[in-house]
């Protein structure tokens, strides 16, 4: 083989590489030896909707990475659809249609698709495929909760609002396609350093997320909040018409708070957001600590 060709090889493979990691769908290869399946790998959006780090799912056992045993055990059937549960780290179950195909050398690649909840639009869908991130309304019945045992029991709870700054621009210049694609990058970083398995991430809006937690202290829910802007800011996404620079940046505003008694849920996402309107006011790129 030529040079030529050896780097022709190679450059393909890389690139195959990149589609599989940021791909829509959950993907694992699987192989099947001595009657026991093991994921030999999985990509970002596996791990993602798994809520593991990227390097969990590789050398686990198929029912290990599954709370439901695939409907086809020995994976003798491809190419067609079943309906699995995935089991996250925080133990809850997510519903997904698992399609298989087979592969050279006896593996198979199985793609997880979740199935969307309460008809999602197609960007909704696409996120939630891509990133495993909770929707809005989840969140928020989650955060209804979580307020009411901090008012029971003195837990503090935590709301953070990100916005991707100068959102709009960014838009209008590259389009959906490129914007979703940039939204699934900006929720796994995100994601990455809030890992607790209580930690909620959620879209918000167009260009907006939330994160909930409990029995966090404020000036660690500020340092995750600043973690999660220079993280963002690291991705040298470039945007031309971004206000605090050349690359991508969002502005955050972060409340910690034990629920007083008496007062709603709401107030807490109110003083969110002002503190983040805060943060764009001051020049964005920056995490601001509101309060209640």
């Known amino acids: ?17 990149e589609v ?18 093991r994921v030999a790998y999985g990509n970002a959006t596996l791990a993602a909707l798994l809520r593991r780090s990227e390097d969990w799912v590789a050398g686990r056992r198929l029912e290990d990475v599954e709370a439901e045993a695939p409907s086809d055990p020995n994976l003798t059937t491809t190419g067609l659809g079943s309906r699995v ?7 809850t179950l997510l519903d997904c249609e698992r399609w298989a195909v087979m592969l050279s050398g006896g593996r198979m690649a199985l793609y997880y698709r979740p199935v969307p909840r309460n008809s999602p639009g ?34 503090s709870v935590t709301l953070m609002h990100f916005e991707i700054d100068s959102w709009a621009d960014y838009l209008e210049i590259f389009g959906r396609g490129a914007s979703d694609n ?10 990455a350093v809030m890992k607790r398995a209580s930690d909620v991430v959620a879209r918000a809006g167009q260009g907006g997320f939330l994160v909930l937690g409990v029995s966090m202290e404020a000036d660690a829910a500020l340092r995750f909040a600043e973690q999660i ?19 991508l940046t969002v502005s955050a505003g972060v409340v910690t708070a034990q629920p007083p008694r008496g007062a709603s849920h709401a107030l807490m996402q109110e003083a969110t957001q002002v503190a983040m309107g805060e943060a764009q006011a001051s020049g964005g790129n920056r995490a601001v600590r509101g309060e209640i």
């Open 122 to 155: 197609a960007l909704a869908a696409a996120l939630e495929r891509s990133s495993g991130l909770s929707t809005e309304s989840q969140l928020l019945e989650m955060l209804v909760r979580d307020w009411s045992i901090g008012q029971r029991d003195g837990r």
């Open 182 to 191: 940039t939204l699934r990058q900006v929720g796994r970083a995100i994601a």
């Open 20 to 37: 599989l990691q940021h791909a829509l769908d959950g993907i694992a290869v699987v192989e099947s030896r001595d009657g026991i399946t």
């Open 85 to 91: 549960r995935l089991k996250r780290v925080d133990g």
């Open 1 to 17: 083989m030529s040079d030529a060709a050896s780097m022709t090889t190679t450059s393909d493979a890389q690139l195959l590489g």
């Open 229 to 247: 802007v220079a993280r963002i800011r690291s991705l040298s996404i470039h945007h031309p018409r971004s206000v605090t620079g050349k690359f």
